[in-house]
């Protein structure tokens, strides 16, 4: 079975401070992507990022940087010098097969204060 | 290019009443699929089909029906509503991808926010 658990349910944070968002997934399957998508307060989801199983490479885009980790199931997203508009709700998925059978996390609520 | 449009933004139903939420795309993408979002529990499946005239279910669909006659338009009826389908509703879409090394992901729609009173 599928899992991917985000445990902190709320980050609040004032402005110019790092945020990192964790992410722990299970799956049995030796190929599958992650995700990260972001929803703002007008509800829509946007996708930021995607990594597949073979690509353990880590990234840096602008303010934001993944770090994938195979060892701990881990790929832990992180928001450097944070700003109000990053206020948002933050999604962790993983998908292991061509169906679109997502299973997201239940998501965290990050809060950017001036 | 719109992406994907999902229609209503927002919906009030009483118990027992039927409706449609309207699903379309105009990137010609075979893949689309219906999620519902509820509080603490992610995105979960309701729905898929992978061309016009396939279908199948996903992890919650219960309650929901799909059909697929065209490309484009892949419409989630709800025959006789109940207060747990209060929800917000989203729509994705794709292209069929080369699975693992080609794939690349989903565009969703807005969201249909659905109050069952």
């Known amino acids: 079975a599928q899992k991917v658990t985000q445990a902190q349910t709320e980050i609040s944070v004032v402005e110019k401070e790092d945020v990192t968002l964790d992410c722990v997934y299970e799956?049995?399957?030796?190929?599958?992507?992650l995700f990260w998508y972001k929803q703002p307060p007008s509800g829509e989801l946007v996708f930021l990022i995607r990594?597949?199983?073979?690509?353990?490479q880590n990234e840096i885009s602008g303010r934001y940087s993944w770090n994938f980790q195979k060892s701990t199931s881990s790929f832990n997203f992180t928001i450097t010098a944070s700003q109000v508009v990053d206020s948002a709700v933050y999604f962790c998925?993983?998908?292991?097969?061509?169906?679109?059978?997502?299973?997201f996390g239940a998501g965290t609520q990050v809060v950017v204060t001036p | 290019n719109a992406g994907v449009t999902q229609t209503p933004k927002f919906q009030v139903l009483k118990t027992g009443q039927s409706m449609t939420l309207q699903c379309a795309q105009d990137?010609?993408?075979?893949?689309m699929s219906w999620y519902r979002q509820d509080p603490g529990m992610g995105l979960r499946l309701i729905h898929y089909?992978?061309?016009?005239?396939?279908?199948d279910q996903g992890e919650v669909p219960n309650g929901y029906n799909v059909s697929r006659s065209t490309t484009e338009d892949f419409p989630l009826r709800l025959l006789s509503a109940a207060p747990s389908q209060t929800s917000v509703y989203f729509c994705?879409?794709?292209?069929?991808?080369?699975?693992?090394?080609?794939?690349?992901?989903?565009?969703f729609g807005s969201g249909t926010r659905l109050t069952v009173v």
């Open positions: 998925a993983l998908l292991t097969d061509s169906w679109g059978k997502f299973q």
């Open positions: 990137m010609n993408h075979e893949y």
């Open positions: 089909s992978v061309g016009a005239g396939i279908t």
């Open positions: 990594r597949n199983s073979f690509d353990e």
């Open positions: 799956t049995r399957d030796t190929t599958y992507y």
């Open positions: 994705a879409s794709r292209e069929i991808q080369t699975w693992p090394s080609g794939y690349y992901g989903y565009t």
